[in-house]
Nanobody, 124 residues
Framework: QVQLVESGGGLVQAGGSLRLSCAAS????????MGWFRQAPGKERDFVAR????????YYADSVKGRFTISRDNAKNTVYLQMNSLKPEDTAVYYC?????????????????WGQGTQVTVSS
Protein backbone atom coordinates (compact mmCIF):
# COMPACT_ATOMS: atom_id res chain seq x y z
CA GLN A 1 0.00 0.00 0.00
CA VAL A 2 1.10 3.53 -0.78
CA GLN A 3 -0.51 6.60 0.73
CA LEU A 4 -0.08 9.91 -1.03
CA VAL A 5 -0.57 13.39 0.40
CA GLU A 6 -0.38 16.47 -1.81
CA SER A 7 0.44 19.98 -0.62
CA GLY A 8 1.47 23.34 -2.00
CA GLY A 9 -1.68 24.42 -3.76
CA GLY A 10 -3.14 27.89 -3.43
CA LEU A 11 -4.17 31.09 -5.16
CA VAL A 12 -1.72 32.76 -7.54
CA GLN A 13 -1.91 35.44 -10.20
CA ALA A 14 -1.47 34.61 -13.86
CA GLY A 15 2.22 34.42 -14.71
CA GLY A 16 3.13 33.30 -11.21
CA SER A 17 4.57 30.05 -9.92
CA LEU A 18 3.70 27.31 -7.46
CA ARG A 19 5.43 24.12 -6.43
CA LEU A 20 3.30 21.16 -5.50
CA SER A 21 4.62 18.33 -3.35
CA CYS A 22 3.36 14.81 -2.93
CA ALA A 23 4.64 12.85 0.05
CA ALA A 24 4.39 9.08 -0.11
CA SER A 25 4.34 6.54 2.67
CA UNK A 26 6.10 3.20 2.49
CA UNK A 27 9.61 1.95 1.85
CA UNK A 28 9.11 1.09 -1.81
CA UNK A 29 8.54 4.59 -3.19
CA UNK A 30 11.56 4.29 -5.48
CA UNK A 31 9.89 1.38 -7.32
CA UNK A 32 6.90 3.45 -8.43
CA UNK A 33 6.47 5.70 -11.41
CA MET A 34 4.64 8.84 -10.32
CA GLY A 35 2.18 11.05 -12.14
CA TRP A 36 0.35 14.32 -11.72
CA PHE A 37 -3.20 14.80 -12.99
CA ARG A 38 -5.65 17.67 -12.70
CA GLN A 39 -9.39 18.10 -12.73
CA ALA A 40 -11.15 21.39 -13.42
CA PRO A 41 -14.77 21.91 -12.34
CA GLY A 42 -17.15 20.01 -14.59
CA LYS A 43 -14.34 18.37 -16.53
CA GLU A 44 -12.61 15.02 -16.58
CA ARG A 45 -9.36 14.34 -14.76
CA ASP A 46 -6.51 14.90 -17.19
CA PHE A 47 -2.89 13.83 -17.33
CA VAL A 48 -0.31 16.52 -16.59
CA ALA A 49 3.09 14.86 -16.16
CA ARG A 50 4.80 11.67 -15.08
CA UNK A 51 8.25 10.61 -13.95
CA UNK A 52 9.86 7.20 -14.00
CA UNK A 53 10.78 5.33 -10.82
CA UNK A 54 14.42 6.36 -11.09
CA UNK A 55 13.59 9.93 -12.06
CA UNK A 56 15.51 9.62 -15.29
CA UNK A 57 12.56 9.88 -17.65
CA UNK A 58 9.74 12.40 -17.73
CA TYR A 59 6.74 13.01 -19.95
CA TYR A 60 4.38 15.98 -20.15
CA ALA A 61 1.04 16.92 -21.57
CA ASP A 62 1.39 19.38 -24.44
CA SER A 63 -0.58 21.99 -22.49
CA VAL A 64 2.10 22.25 -19.78
CA LYS A 65 5.28 21.39 -21.67
CA GLY A 66 7.93 24.06 -21.13
CA ARG A 67 6.09 25.53 -18.12
CA PHE A 68 5.84 22.64 -15.64
CA THR A 69 8.61 20.40 -14.34
CA ILE A 70 8.12 17.12 -12.53
CA SER A 71 10.88 15.81 -10.26
CA ARG A 72 11.32 13.43 -7.37
CA ASP A 73 13.51 12.84 -4.35
CA ASN A 74 13.48 9.14 -3.56
CA ALA A 75 15.35 9.71 -0.30
CA LYS A 76 12.46 11.88 0.86
CA ASN A 77 9.68 9.79 -0.71
CA THR A 78 8.43 12.93 -2.43
CA VAL A 79 7.50 13.95 -5.96
CA TYR A 80 7.23 17.58 -7.00
CA LEU A 81 5.51 19.60 -9.69
CA GLN A 82 7.08 23.00 -10.32
CA MET A 83 4.55 25.16 -12.16
CA ASN A 84 5.71 28.36 -13.83
CA SER A 85 4.00 30.90 -16.09
CA LEU A 86 0.65 29.83 -14.71
CA LYS A 87 -2.50 30.58 -16.67
CA PRO A 88 -6.13 30.80 -15.54
CA GLU A 89 -6.81 27.60 -17.48
CA ASP A 90 -4.41 25.78 -15.12
CA THR A 91 -6.98 26.21 -12.36
CA ALA A 92 -7.91 22.74 -11.09
CA VAL A 93 -7.54 20.25 -8.30
CA TYR A 94 -4.17 18.58 -8.77
CA TYR A 95 -3.69 14.92 -7.87
CA CYS A 96 -0.59 12.80 -7.63
CA UNK A 97 -0.69 9.11 -8.39
CA UNK A 98 1.60 6.09 -8.18
CA UNK A 99 1.96 3.04 -10.38
CA UNK A 100 4.18 -0.02 -10.51
CA UNK A 101 4.12 0.06 -14.29
CA UNK A 102 6.46 1.79 -16.71
CA UNK A 103 5.76 3.50 -19.99
CA UNK A 104 4.03 6.69 -21.03
CA UNK A 105 1.33 6.28 -18.35
CA UNK A 106 -1.19 8.95 -19.32
CA UNK A 107 -4.32 6.97 -18.47
CA UNK A 108 -5.96 7.11 -15.04
CA UNK A 109 -6.50 3.34 -15.14
CA UNK A 110 -2.74 2.74 -15.21
CA UNK A 111 -2.28 4.13 -11.71
CA UNK A 112 -2.77 2.14 -8.52
CA UNK A 113 -2.80 4.80 -5.81
CA TRP A 114 -4.10 8.37 -5.62
CA GLY A 115 -3.82 11.31 -3.28
CA GLN A 116 -6.71 13.44 -2.12
CA GLY A 117 -5.78 16.43 -4.29
CA THR A 118 -4.74 20.04 -3.75
CA GLN A 119 -6.52 23.08 -5.20
CA VAL A 120 -4.67 25.42 -7.55
CA THR A 121 -6.42 28.64 -8.52
CA VAL A 122 -4.90 31.06 -11.03
CA SER A 123 -6.48 34.49 -11.22
CA SER A 124 -6.37 36.65 -14.34
Amino acid sequence: QVQLVESGGGLVQAGGSLRLSCAASGRTFSRYSMGWFRQAPGKERDFVARISASGGNTYYADSVKGRFTISRDNAKNTVYLQMNSLKPEDTAVYYCAATRYGGILVALSEYDYWGQGTQVTVSS
